[in-house]
């Protein structure tokens, strides 16, 4: 009788922990939003420019929804990065938001895995604003990708690493008078929560 109760009393712990790590799996339907802070490095090669700052360290978001177990979409932006930049006689600051759409593989999406390794590919619209009197930066259109990772705490939290590289060429007028382009190409590293419903 002992032996017997031993058994069940296995059976059920086996099962809640089966189930406990069956509901860590991201699977289609899936919803999340994320949120973290990130910092952006800028390529040293910048065409026109003589030289632009890395970013300062700002706050990061997005949402994001599986229509298949392995794939899924993500829409995902920041506050506006200020950068300073030098140009001949020019100089100053200017502000840089990116907004991405990506869509995104999991390769381990519907297995029962704490861990759940992302990686991505998509489009990067960039606004800039609050350029120096005078000069005007045209908004950009690019490809993005980026890598990442989840890593289960509970059921519906998660904390979150990525990296993202972005195309992002901007056409810069001084005057009226286009001077050439700007290359930033930011490589964006950060962190922090995914929340998952």
Do not use: W
Request: hydrophobic content about 40%.
């Amino acid at each position: 009788m002992r032996t017997t109760r031993l058994i069940t009393a296995a059976a059920i712990a086996a099962s809640c922990a089966f189930a406990s790590q069956a509901a860590l799996a991201y699977s289609a339907g899936d919803t999340f939003v994320r949120g973290g802070f990130a910092k952006s490095d800028t390529r040293s090669d910048n065409g026109v420019l003589d030289g632009i700052s890395s970013g300062e360290t700002g706050f990061t978001f997005g949402a994001g929804y599986l229509f298949h177990d392995n794939i899924g979409v993500e829409l995902n932006s920041s506050e506006k990065i200020e950068h300073e930049f030098s140009a001949g006689d020019l100089g100053g600051t200017i502000d840089r938001m990116p907004v991405n759409l990506l869509v995104n593989y999991y390769p381990l999406g519907g297995l029962d895995s704490r861990v759940q390794p992302y990686v991505g590919a998509g489009l990067n619209y960039t606004r800039f604003s609050g350029e120096p009197e005078g000069v005007d930066a045209r908004r950009s259109y690019g490809a993005v990708g980026q890598v990442g990772v989840d890593l289960a705490i509970t059921e519906n939290l998660m904390l979150n690493g990525f990296a993202n590289y972005s195309d992002v060429d901007s056409r810069l007028s001084v005057e009226g008078e286009r001077i050439g382009t700007a290359k930033v190409d930011p490589m964006t590293i950060g962190g922090g929560v995914t929340l998952r419903f």
